[in-house]
């Protein structure tokens, strides 16, 4: 388990960021954790579902297309999963036709960022869901417009 | 093929009877429609084999036995071998599937009658003691093979043949030509789409570092810096505009999915992309006026309406330097129209019916200092047409343009209809 966060504070809320890019993954991981969000990282769906299983974040940003075990496919088998379920899951994908965006719900994703996504949207979008860390951050709450899944 | 070379084919039968009238007469009309059906057969065949073969069969009417050899450089040649007998029907379409690469007919430089026993093969002795005609399938373009035609009463009229050898010359020609065609345009969209891909996949991670910059993460920058940055978001975000732009273009080629009709609400859907511009708008000091009608929802696709607002709204902006875009959504006749109004610098009249071209810019500087590759109102053209819609555009030089889309309520049967037609 690789835990990277900000100070020790146990009240630090965990992100889980599935995502195979690499330099994706240090930019959202960067502004994250800058906002006082702890952030776990896996690189394939399968990395991920394990990932989710054993260290129960607080919420998961999953990129669709991914290796092994694509985006739907983890979040269905979370979302089947009681003990996993309840954990957000905000789908992060470049398809974006309407027909993945229902797909999106049809599988059980909480929220849609469509791709690319710039790292303010996606941090807006991750403290929609978890409200601010119990650490504030040194920079004012950014807000930018966010598509609940709801409204799609 | 053309009503025209429909009519050269009768001139020929006309010609055919004024020469060869030796026992029979030649161009009697179901002569001409025994050979209009033939030709319809090898024209409407998926492919060119097929074609071969059915017009042989189609023209057994017309003589007793017919051998058709068409060459192609890369393939083994295709055949296509009937007769009027069932017996030797089976016999002679055998020896054609045998006969491989071996060449059955020999190249004729013009059409000419011989004895079957001439040919000297396997397939004289099939035909047995009929007068054979003999045509080069040809064009002006090349040599595809020859045709035969036996008949055992009398020889057909060389002109016939010549003539139907022309038309199968020509088909040949046609398939070719459409195959080369369409393997170009499918090479030309697949490369564009693979390196727009390829091109915005590091250009997004730019733009994602930058904006990490941009906000103060890790560090905040000190003004001068902040300075360049932004020069090179804007830069970047510019880039990406233009690299979606072709995308998007090369998808319209290369996308022949049909549409998904879908309840749109045309102004939410203008609500969604209006922020877009927003940045763009303020910069310039450029107003953003939405006029619309909140109610007005009807079934299309909904991508492809927001692809189009979207292009259309890009235009606006980017060719206005002062006052503002005015986006309105209307119902109509049949549907509704989203108009995009802007105070911008205008088009000239001789100018309008070409803004829908690819690539197209009114001039060259003006294009440097407006930036834009000159694809969006081509793009958003093919798309609304797509739909079962269009665009059309109104402008004074000097004080604005106005592009009217209509959106057509869905006609499920047009839309049917469509999807066969895409290129239409």
């Keep these: 388990m690789r835990l990277e966060g900000v100070g020790a504070d146990m009240e630090n809320k965990t992100v889980l960021l599935v995502e195979d890019s690499p330099d994706t993954r240090i930019i959202y991981s960067t502004i994250l954790q800058h906002n006082g969000y702890t952030v776990l990282q896996a690189e394939t769906g ?65 929220g849609y960022i469509p791709k690319p996504a710039d790292p303010t949207r996606v941090l807006a979008e991750v403290q929609r869901f978890l409200g601010m860390p119990s650490m504030p951050p040194a920079q004012p709450p950014l807000t930018t417009p966010t598509t609940p899944l709801e409204a799609i | 093929m053309s009503a025209a070379a429909l009519i050269v084919i009768f001139a020929a039968f006309g010609a055919g009877a004024l020469l060869g009238t030796r026992r029979r007469t030649p161009a009697q009309p ?43 450089p890369e393939l083994p040649p295709l055949r296509g071998a009937a007769h009027v007998q069932t017996d030797q029907n089976m016999a002679l379409a055998a020896l054609a599937q045998r006969a491989g690469t071996q060449r059955l007919l020999p190249d004729v430089p013009a059409p000419r009658t011989v004895r079957a026993a001439e040919l000297g093969n396997e397939l004289a002795a099939q035909l047995g003691a009929a007068e054979t005609v003999l045509a080069p399938v040809n064009t002006a373009r090349g040599q595809y093979g020859t045709l035969l035609l036996a008949r055992n009463a009398a020889a057909v009229p060389e002109a016939v043949a010549a003539e139907i050898a022309l038309r199968i010359a020509l088909a040949m020609e046609n398939s070719q030509l459409s195959h080369d065609a369409g393997l170009a345009e499918a090479a030309k969209s697949d490369f564009l789409a693979v390196m727009s891909h390829e091109l915005k996949t590091p250009l997004n991670i730019v733009l994602g570092y930058a904006d990490l910059l941009s906000i103060g993460v890790p560090t905040p920058l000190p003004d001068a810096a902040r300075g360049h940055l932004e020069r090179l978001r804007a830069s970047a975000r510019e880039l990406l505009a233009r690299i979606d732009e072709i995308l998007n273009f090369a998808r319209m080629d290369s996308d022949a999915a049909p549409p998904t009709p879908v309840q749109v609400n045309l102004a939410s859907l203008v609500r969604e992309i209006a922020p877009s511009f927003t940045t763009a708008a303020r910069s310039r000091g450029l107003e953003i006026d939405l006029q619309l009608e909140d109610d007005l929802t009807l079934t299309t696709d ?83 047409r797509s739909i079962g819609g269009d665009i059309s555009v109104s402008a004074t030089v000097g004080s604005g343009s106005t592009f009217t889309l209509f959106v057509p309520e869905r006609d499920v049967l047009r839309y049917e209809n469509r999807t066969g037609e895409h290129e239409a």
Excluded: Y
Excluded at chain 1, 74 to 103: E, G, M, N, S
Excluded at chain 2, 324 to 343: E, L, N, P, Q, Y
């Design chain 1, 46 to 110: 399968e990395e991920g579902l394990r990932l989710a299983r054993e260290a129960m974040p607080d919420l998961i940003l999953m990129n669709v297309s991914i290796p092994l075990v694509d985006g739907w496919k983890a979040t269905a088998l979370l979302k089947r999963d009681p003990h996993t379920a309840h954990i957000p899951v905000i789908a992060v994908t470049a398809f974006t036709r309407k027909t993945d965006k229902r797909k999106a719900r049809e599988v059980g994703c909480d």
């Design chain 2, 302 to 384: 909904h991508d492809r309406v927001a692809q189009i607002v979207f292009n259309l709204m890009a235009n606006a902006i980017r060719f206005t330097r002062e006052g503002k875009v005015t986006v309105s959504v209307k119902r109509a006749d049949r549907g509704a129209t989203v108009v995009v109004r802007d105070t911008g610098v205008g088009i000239a009249p001789e100018h309008l019916e070409h803004v829908f071209e690819p690539f197209w810019q009114v001039n060259r500087t003006a294009t440097r200092t407006v930036g834009g590759l000159g694809l969006g109102l081509s793009t958003a053209r093919k798309v609304a």
């Design chain 2, 30 to 72: 179901d002569t001409f429609l025994l050979c209009a059906h033939a030709f319809a057969e090898l024209e409407q065949a998926a492919d060119p084999r097929t074609g071969v073969e059915r017009l042989a069969q189609g023209l057994t009417g017309l003589a007793d036995a017919v051998v058709v050899e068409v060459c192609t």
